[in-house]
């Protein structure tokens, strides 16, 4: 197993079964594209603009083998801390048809299943009859590569040069000849149909294409153009970014940011990804590779791009492809489970790099980074850390929390003491309609002990709550009804929504239609028993709230009522039997712990005794 530690080190390339062969440094005008090439699907770069070919020194990886007698010698210069340097980065991984024996095994076989002949990927070459559909568009044995998009693309564009090749296509700059654009230069990503050589290829270049379309409007979401084909290529049209990477920012700074130049990013990227979750879209692939400045200047915004690996997720739904990139991949990704929370930690990998310029987890091949990210817990003691602020190190654990239950939304971190601004606007967070919906059909026991919780919890994550609520508009008597909640979401509504069934969700908010709810059992709702356990204060929290439970909510109950009002089974009678006290039948404080949690007991203890 590699090295655990949140320590990057030059290794050789020939370590990574799927690291890119390229060895270009990161101030070279090509490098993003080189060393990103995708080889599942046939889309990668997005509005990228070519690099200025020379730039300020940056602690970069040296191309070469690291000849260090130990993993501790750090190459780089004394002050400079390893940072997160493209050419060890292995590229993103496929999704697997089927449940791999180890979430670390290699997945080799299913590379050279989708991912067309390569020097190191031959497969036996099986000719297939080519036809000719009606629109002139090659077609591999009934594959319908024909998008319905502009087949004007000549006549509108005018290409230029070059700025990067990936795996499966090109980025070029171009022209608009015509239009309200006209003269106005854009990025074109160029997908060659030859290279989509499956239906799930094709459905992925839909794909992409209708989230660029949905998503575009917001502020830091790269802006889609157009999209049009001919009998060759698809074309995808996208405002040209001009600013480069984050990453390469990164670099340039010496391999880090100060703590309040890293708020200024993190404040955009929390902005646009609860963006995209609240119209139900899960990015999968967040890392400073995919965000791009709109220009040079140092305050130019931050656009989020790439949306090839994205999906939409429905409510309550759980993915189970594994995909991404090694070094940013959650664990439940690995554990073939996972759904928005995913992106969380994701962010707080790119957030602890931009605090102390080294990944949290680390190792030489990719199987041993999945094992880092499984087993390992990310360094916070070497330097710069202790000078770091306690919030700022709280933020990152909030998202590096291996149970996803227990992560932050992207919403809730804006209100963290860490980034917190009162003039700042708080999005709104599909997650307190989700948590609503739970509580709407939550047992009126359920919903006493949650009430207990809400009067317990601390002002911090009350701003939180308060923000939600005002974001519903409530009525003048200070309460709100399902018609809040569906003019709330209407606002931020987009096209992803329909594909995500967002929507859905007010369906299941139906008993508002009959009556309202006041602030407080709005927080009771909208409180989250696994957040607050993340928080270092949960136990006076508990203590606080189980002093409330006992005078307001806590009655006399049988072990077979609570096994029932937590989904149990009778085999689960044995565990729960230390819950009630002997002397009243009500619940303990444990109990009431675990009654919180619900079905986690039944995940875990209940179906060891089943």
Wanted: proline content about 7%; glycine content about 6%; overall charge positive.
């Amino acid at each position: 197993m590699g090295q655990c530690y949140a320590r990057s080190i030059p290794v050789s390339d020939a370590d990574h079964t799927y690291t890119t062969t390229t060895t270009t440094s990161a101030s070279s005008p090509t490098a993003s594209y080189n060393n990103h090439q995708r080889p599942q699907s046939p889309h990668r770069h997005h509005g990228r603009s070519p690099r200025p070919a020379s730039k300020p020194a940056t602690p970069s990886r040296p191309s070469t083998a690291s000849t260090a007698p130990s993993p501790w010698l750090s190459p780089l210069p004394p002050g400079i801390a390893p940072s997160p340097a493209r050419p060890s980065t292995p590229r993103r991984f496929f999704r697997r048809p089927f449940p791999p024996p180890s979430p670390a095994k290699h997945i080799k076989a299913s590379l050279a299943k989708r991912a067309p002949p390569t020097p190191d990927n031959q497969v036996p070459v099986v000719p297939f009859p080519v036809s000719e559909n009606s629109n002139g568009d090659a077609s591999l044995d009934g594959l319908d590569k024909t998008f319905g998009f502009g087949k004007n693309f000549g006549a509108k564009y005018e290409l230029g040069k070059e700025v990067g090749r990936g795996h499966f296509g090109h980025t070029s700059i171009a022209r608009a000849k015509k239009g309200e654009m006209k003269g106005q230069l854009v990025a074109v990503k160029i997908i060659p149909k030859t290279k989509m050589t499956s239906a799930i290829a094709i459905e992925d270049v839909r794909r992409e294409v209708k989230m660029l379309k949905a998503l575009s409007g917001h502020t830091h979401t790269v802006k889609f153009h157009d999209a049009c084909e001919d009998s060759e290529n698809v074309y995808i049209v996208m405002e040209l970014c001009e600013g480069g990477e984050l990453l390469d920012r990164i670099l340039s700074r010496g391999g880090r940011y100060t703590e309040e130049d890293a708020k200024t990013i993190v404040v955009q990227i929390l902005n646009v990804v609860s963006f995209c979750h609240l119209q139900g879209v899960v990015h999968r692939d967040l890392k400073p590779e995919n965000f791009l400045f709109s220009s040079r200047d140092e305050n130019s915004a931050l656009k989020i791009i790439d949306f090839g690996l994205s999906d939409f997720v429905r409510p309550d739904e759980r993915l189970n492809d594994i995909v991404g990139s090694a070094y940013y991949v959650a664990p439940e990704v690995l554990h073939r489970s996972y759904s928005s929370e995913a992106d969380m930690w994701s962010i707080g990998v790119i957030t602890y790099i931009l605090l102390c310029g080294s990944r949290p987890f680390w190792a030489r091949t990719e199987s041993g980074i999945f094992r880092s990210v499984l087993r390992a817990d990310p360094n916070y003691d070497d330097s710069p850390w202790p000078s770091i602020s306690p919030e700022a190190k709280d933020f990152v654990r909030r998202f590096l929390n291996k149970d996803y239950r227990k992560r932050m939304t992207a919403a809730q971190a804006l209100t963290h003491p860490w980034l917190r601004d009162q003039q700042r606007q708080v999005p709104l967070d599909i997650f307190t309609y989700k948590l609503v919906k739970a509580y709407l059909r939550a047992t009126p026991f359920k919903r006493a002990a949650l009430k207990a919780l809400s009067k317990a919890i601390t002002e911090d994550e009350v701003i939180y709550i308060r923000s939600q609520y005002d974001l519903l508009e409530p009525s003048k008597d200070g309460r709100v009804s399902l018609d809040n909640f569906r003019s709330a979401l209407l606002r931020n509504a987009t096209d992803a929504m329909k594909e995500s069934r967002v929507h859905e969700i007010l369906n299941a908010l139906e008993p508002l239609s009959y009556r309202k709810m006041d602030f407080e059992e709005f927080c009771a709702a909208t409180i989250s028993p696994y957040q607050l356990e993340a928080l270092q204060d949960w136990e006076n929290i508990a203590t606080t709230a189980f002093g409330y439970f006992e005078l307001e909510g806590n009655r006399v109950i049988k072990i077979e009522e609570l096994a029932n009002e937590m989904n149990l089974s009778s085999s689960a009678y044995s565990i729960i039997r230390d819950w009630i006290r002997p002397s009243d039948g009500k619940l303990s404080f444990l109990g009431y712990t675990k009654f919180l949690h619900g079905v986690t007991i039944r995940n875990s203890n209940a179906r060891r005794h089943q």
